[in-house]
């Protein structure tokens, strides 16, 4: 039933860590999920340094989303959008042909608070791939939820339980968040031949074996899975079918290397549009020099 245990590696973006669990070595994707960070949970005193904002920085070939549990950021991208995210909240972000985009502290830095909350990056199927880049926000009121039994679930993105969501997603796939109330039972069908599930919160069992905060669970496909809560616990289910292999360098995802090469020069020589709100300042590629004050205008 369980192919694959996956512990997040924890990573220090500059004064704020996450836990990456993919890519990971032995297992590169999930469905079209191809990067899954679990940022905090981290306790933030008001007045925390700048250091801490992610830069604007580029992407293709994927989409992004951003959800909560606790705190808030802000996104600014290059199509015009500028979006707080609070928790329950999606903030989905389509890379496609290219897009650049910051993620901002404000609210934390005036106020202090925790920040804990799930970064994933979704691979655009081939023919989607040069799409072009856009942004949409989903309200918590607008997705499905459901609770029952000690179970409390809220389908994000895809097609779950025989729910849909509005998140426009562009290949089938699912992603759920689930709250347990301790000695609570669910169950993940089997409708998906690529299926996990992270546990971001407490304790649950699987199949006679306790997993914990931090792992993430890969299942072999054709069987459902059922899920005891040992303590109350949150967990994020994913997968769905497979769009194919993908190369991935920095903030870049692509079916094609050579695409990949040609956005690292585009990026290089200032050919990709920063956010309206962010012309300052943006992360210069790996190895490149840090840029003078605004390169691109």
């Known amino acids: ?8 590696r924890r990573k220090d973006l500059g004064g704020f860590e996450v836990g990456r669990v993919l890519p990971y070595a032995g297992r590169r994707m999930v469905g079209p999920f191809i990067f899954f960070d679990h940022m905090g949970p981290a306790e933030f005193q008001a007045g925390f340094g700048r250091e801490v904002d992610v830069r604007p920085h580029p992407h293709i070939g994927i989409s992004t989303l951003s959800y909560l549990f606790e705190g808030e950021m802000t996104h600014r991208d290059s199509v015009g959008a500028v979006q707080p995210i609070r928790p329950g909240e999606v903030n989905w972000m389509t890379a496609g042909s290219g897009i650049t985009h910051s993620e901002r502290f404000e609210h934390l830095r005036a106020h202090g608070g925790r920040m804990n909350g799930i970064q994933t990056w979704i691979a655009l199927p081939r023919e989607d791939e040069e799409i072009d880049p856009g942004f949409s926000h989903h309200d918590p009121e607008g997705l499905p939820t459901y609770e029952a039994g000690g179970l409390w679930a809220r389908l994000i993105a895809g097609e779950a339980f025989g729910a849909k969501s509005v998140v426009p997603v562009r290949s089938p796939m699912f992603y759920v968040h689930w709250r347990l109330q301790a000695g609570a039972q669910a169950q993940l069908p089997a409708e998906y031949p690529e299926r996990a599930a992270y546990v971001a919160q407490g304790v649950v069992e699987v199949d006679g074996r306790q997993f914990h905060e931090g792992q993430m669970l890969v299942f072999a496909p054709g069987q459902p899975v059922l899920f005891t809560a040992v303590t109350p616990a949150m967990v994020m289910l994913l997968g769905g079918e497979p769009v194919g292999e993908r190369f991935i360098e920095w903030n870049f995802v ?3 290397k ?6 690292k020069a585009d990026w290089r020589a200032g050919r990709m549009k920063l956010p309206d709100a962010d012309d300052a300042e943006f992360i210069p590629l790996p190895g490149d020099p840090a840029p003078p004050p605004n390169p691109m205008s």
Do not use: G, H, Y
């Open 1 to 8: 039933m369980i192919e694959l245990v996956i512990d997040q």
């Open 254 to 256: 692509s079916s094609s």
């Open 258 to 263: 050579a695409r990949i090469e040609q956005a």
